[in-house]
Structures are given as structure tokens and as C-alpha cells.
């Protein structure tokens, strides 16, 4: 499958990348982009601005009800958190916060789920009702999927196939740039799905009961959130006992060409936290941020951690970072502090965070690591 071309949806037209138009993005942001709205006939239905902090809009695609639901997705997709949509007069006509909690629709007892997102899938699995899963994307991996339907890419499934396969509720995800093709998708084809996203730990928690309601099953949530939250207490004794006075301060790394780590608003600082490390890109803007090596040089992390999104464990190789020309001068490269954790682990916002946060922190201070794994 051929990964689409366009940006999202409406009801009313379809939006693609554009280099020109009336309507400029914000200066300031490195992540902004221009949009042209194609009606369904072809004609061309309006111009956008997109940017993570402020998006501009001409009255054409003002008209359109769907653009603050789609824009929302975009920006939620890059970790902003509201929508704020300006005119061409420079007049704000939509400002408010985004709660992705509230889109969609879906009835609780769901017998017949798709996961659009192998995290989605991984808390079905923990809830014990994987036999619900009827199609799910292409890179799930939760035991039991085994025999599911595969739909596609996470950031680009058979949308129309989910149509025809009718299913009680689609579990889909925007926790990266691309997802919002997905959920606008969905919503326009009137599929019933739910969104899940979390930005923090607590959130994560707060899904599990979500979607033990959703599935009818909110005594087997209560039970995996006191797993859960217990498991958070033990990796907190640990790394307190274990811990020295400054947390690690640690370069993870999402892609290596260009080079690509958490900002400000990833869950990945939060799990980074509770290993008792510091993110050192944190006080950049944005889920998922570019940087340079130059930059790296510059931020000097006690620890570098690999962690390719989509690549597998055994093929994660932190060799290549310690090769990479400007990077052999760091001490965490020269001292061999480069670990690789799988994204498997580390990149799926859901239960499997906890397990990545105990395994940091043992890589981090083995006498953190529970004593089986000691011996």
C-alpha cells in the first residue's frame, strides 16, 4: 500500500500539502505547513496555515464545519494542545483546548474491535479480551492478534476495508504526526472509534479504564491499574534507594537520520523520570523534535539510548550512533554508556511504559533492577 499523499479529511474535501497559497503558516514554527482544501469535485475549496501553535485560515475553509475538528488532530498529532484558528484579518475564531477524549463515539460492550495502533492492541491484550480483535494495523504484535486481519501501515490502513468489516468500535491512536489522516478518516466515513493518546503516565492509567468501560469490563481495568500503579511504587523505591543526587541526563533517540528525540510534551520524559533520568531535549517545544549533532555535542548526556520507531529489537544497533561523525567525542560515546531499548517498549504509550521504565533504570543503576534480574 502506497502511503497517502494527503495531510486529512472533511466531509466536504480532502487537504494536501501545498507550496504556495494565499494563507502563510506561523513564521516561528519549524514544524508549519501549507494546505490546500480539493473538494470531492475537484475544485479547490479553501487554504490553511498550519502551525503547532496558531493556525491561519481564509474564509473558504472557515466555512467548512470539519476544519477545527481536523486542525486539532494535526496539532494534537505534534503535541500542541489547543486549536487556534485565525482569520485573514488576523481576527482569532476559534481558540480552545483540545480533549481528545471526547472524539468519537462507541457504546460500551464492544464485541467486534479494530486497532488502528499496536499500543491499542497491547492493552486489549492486558484486559485478557483479545479474542475481540477482528483486524488490526500491520506492526501489532500482542499474542493472540496472530490470526487478525492485517489492515495496512498505522499511518495509513484500509480505512474502507474497517467500513465494510463493520465493527462495534475502532481503537485509534495521535500520538504521532500522520495519525491524523487516520481519526479524520474514521470520522468521516461515520465509523464509530475512540482515540487513545495519552501524554502522561496518569493517562495511561486513566485509557485502561476507558476502555474497560468501553469493552464492558471495568473490574478487569480496576485490577491492571492497581497492577500497574503498584508496579510504578516498586520502580520508585528502587531508583530512591539507588539513585544519586542528580538524575542521568539522557539523549534518547526516535530516528537517526536526521536525528530525531522527545521535546517538552513526550510521555517518553515522564518514563524517563521515573527511571530517575532527565530528558535532555525537554525544554524543546513539541512531542518529537530535530536535532543536529552539533546540538548533541552540545547537551552532553551522561547516557544515549537508541530506540528507532518501527525498527526491530534485534536490529537496533547503538554502534551506528557511536560511528556517527561528530558524535565520538562525547563521554557517554568514549565511556560506552549507548544502550539500545526496544520501541516496542519504550515507544507504545500504554501498559508496556511501566516495563520501560524498570528496564532504564536497571540500565541506568543496575542495583535499581529487581533482584531475578541481578542474578
Known amino acids: 500500500?502506497?502511503?497517502?499523499?494527503?495531510?486529512?479529511?472533511?466531509?466536504?474535501?480532502?487537504?494536501?500539502?501545498?507550496?504556495?497559497?494565499?494563507?502563510?503558516?506561523?513564521?516561528?514554527?519549524?514544524?508549519?505547513?501549507?494546505?490546500?482544501?480539493?473538494?470531492?469535485?475537484?475544485?479547490?475549496?479553501?487554504?490553511?496555515?498550519?502551525?503547532?501553535?496558531?493556525?491561519?485560515?481564509?474564509?473558504?475553509?472557515?466555512?467548512?464545519?470539519?476544519?477545527?475538528?481536523?486542525?486539532?488532530?494535526?496539532?494534537?498529532?505534534?503535541?500542541?494542545?489547543?486549536?487556534?484558528?485565525?482569520?485573514?484579518?488576523?481576527?482569532?475564531?476559534?481558540?480552545?483546548?483540545?480533549?481528545?477524549?471526547?472524539?468519537?463515539?462507541?457504546?460500551?460492550?464492544?464485541?467486534?474491535?479494530?486497532?488502528?495502533?499496536?499500543?491499542?492492541?497491547?492493552?486489549?491484550?492486558?484486559?485478557?479480551?483479545?479474542?475481540?480483535?477482528?483486524?488490526?494495523?500491520?506492526?501489532?504484535?500482542?499474542?493472540?492478534?496472530?490470526?487478525?486481519?492485517?489492515?495496512?501501515?498505522?499511518?495509513?490502513?484500509?480505512?474502507?476495508?474497517?467500513?465494510?468489516?463493520?465493527?462495534?468500535?475502532?481503537?485509534?491512536?495521535?500520538?504521532?504526526?500522520?495519525?491524523?489522516?487516520?481519526?479524520?478518516?474514521?470520522?468521516?466515513?461515520?465509523?464509530?472509534?475512540?482515540?487513545?493518546?495519552?501524554?502522561?503516565?496518569?493517562?495511561v492509567l486513566d485509557d485502561v479504564v476507558r476502555v474497560g468501560g468501553w469493552l464492558g469490563d471495568p473490574e478487569c481495568a480496576r485490577a491492571l491499574v492497581e497492577r500497574l500503579a503498584a508496579q510504578r511504587r516498586r520502580i520508585e523505591e528502587r531508583v530512591r534507594a539507588a539513585v544519586p543526587a542528580r538524575p542521568a541526563r539522557v539523549y534518547l533517540e526516535w530516528w537517526p537520520r536526521p536525528m530525531y528525540s522527545p521535546g517538552r510534551d513526550c510521555i517518553s520524559n515522564e518514563v524517563l523520570a521515573l527511571a530517575g533520568a532527565e530528558n535532555v531535549f525537554a525544554d524543546r517545544a513539541g512531542s518529537s523534535v530535530e536535532i543536529s549533532a552539533e546540538d548533541l555535542r552540545a547537551a552532553d548526556p551522561d547516557v544515549c539510548i537508541v530506540s528507532w520507531c518501527g525498527v526491530p529489537a534485534a536490529k537496533l544497533d547503538p554502534a551506528r550512533l557511536r560511528r556517527r561523525p561528530g558524535l565520538e567525542a562525547l563521554a557517554a560515546v568514549r565511556e560506552g554508556r549507548v544502550h539500545a531499548v526496544d520501541e516496542a517498549m519504550l515507544g507504545r504509550p500504554g501498559p508496556r511504559l511501566f516495563d520501560a521504565a524498570e528496564h532504564i533504570a536497571g540500565l541506568l543503576r543496575p542495583e535499581s533492577r529487581p533482584r531475578a534480574q541481578r542474578m
Request: proline share 8%; glycine share 10%.
Open 1 to 203: 500500500m502506497t502511503k497517502p499523499r494527503h495531510v486529512f479529511e472533511t466531509r466536504r474535501a480532502v487537504a494536501y500539502p501545498a507550496e504556495d497559497g494565499p494563507v502563510e503558516p506561523p513564521a516561528n514554527d519549524p514544524r508549519g505547513l501549507r494546505v490546500v482544501l480539493q473538494g470531492r469535485d475537484g475544485r479547490v475549496r479553501g487554504h490553511l496555515g498550519l502551525g503547532v501553535f496558531e493556525q491561519r485560515a481564509c474564509d473558504d475553509a472557515l466555512a467548512d464545519p470539519d476544519v477545527p475538528f481536523a486542525v486539532a488532530c494535526w496539532v494534537w498529532a505534534r503535541g500542541g494542545r489547543r486549536v487556534r484558528l485565525v482569520d485573514r484579518h488576523g481576527r482569532c475564531v476559534v481558540d480552545r483546548p483540545i480533549d481528545v477524549r471526547t472524539m468519537g463515539a462507541g457504546d460500551a460492550g464492544a464485541r467486534r474491535i479494530v486497532s488502528l495502533a499496536p499500543s491499542n492492541a497491547d492493552l486489549i491484550a492486558e484486559l485478557g479480551h483479545i479474542d475481540r480483535l477482528i483486524a488490526v494495523e500491520d506492526s501489532t504484535d500482542a499474542p493472540g492478534t496472530e490470526a487478525c486481519e492485517r489492515l495496512g501501515p498505522d499511518l495509513g490502513p484500509d480505512l474502507d476495508r474497517i467500513v465494510s468489516l463493520a465493527p462495534d468500535l475502532v481503537l485509534a491512536s495521535l500520538t504521532v504526526p500522520g495519525m491524523e489522516r487516520v481519526v479524520t478518516g474514521l470520522h468521516v466515513r461515520g465509523v464509530p472509534y475512540r482515540v487513545l493518546a495519552p501524554r502522561t503516565l496518569g493517562h
